[in-house]
C-alpha cells in the first residue's frame, strides 16, 4: 500500500491545504511568525506520517515519526488557538479545522497502538 492512501495522510494533507488558504489571509507582521509556524506545522503532520510508514519496518522507528506527527497536530492545533484569540480566522473555520485535527490525532494514535496492522513486523 501507499502511504497516500492512509486516511491519517489524507486527512492531515487536506488540513495543511485549508490552512495554507485561510492563512493567506493573516496580517502581513504574521508572514514569518504565526503564518510560517501554523504553515510549517500543519505540513508536517503528513510528511511524518509518510516517513513513518516508510519506516514500518523497524517498529520504534515508525511509532517515533507517528508521534512526531501527533506532536505537529498538536502544535497546528495551539496556533490555531492564537489565530481565533488574534481574529485572524473566524470561529466557523477555527472550529472545523480543529475537529479535524481531533479527528487526525484518532487515527495517527490507532496507527501507534496498532503498528502491525500497517505492515510492522512486531515479533
Request: aromatic share 12%.
Amino acid at each position: 500500500m501507499d502511504f497516500k492512501k492512509l486516511i491519517a495522510y489524507q486527512k492531515s494533507f487536506d488540513l495543511a491545504m485549508s490552512i495554507f488558504e485561510i492563512s493567506k489571509s493573516f496580517p502581513k507582521e504574521e508572514t514569518y511568525s504565526l503564518s510560517d509556524q501554523i504553515r510549517r506545522s500543519s505540513r508536517s503532520v503528513s510528511t511524518n506520517i509518510a516517513e513513518a510508514y516508510r519506516k514500518r519496518r523497524y517498529p520504534k522507528h515508525f511509532i517515533s515519526k507517528l508521534t512526531d506527527a501527533d506532536g505537529e497536530n498538536s502544535e497546528t492545533s495551539t496556533w490555531l488557538d492564537f489565530a481565533l484569540v488574534c481574529s485572524y480566522i473566524q470561529k466557523e473555520s477555527y472550529t472545523k479545522c480543529v475537529n479535524e485535527g481531533k479527528e487526525i490525532g484518532k487515527l495517527i494514535n490507532y496507527m501507534i497502538n496498532n503498528p502491525g496492522k500497517f505492515g510492522v513486523n512486531c515479533d
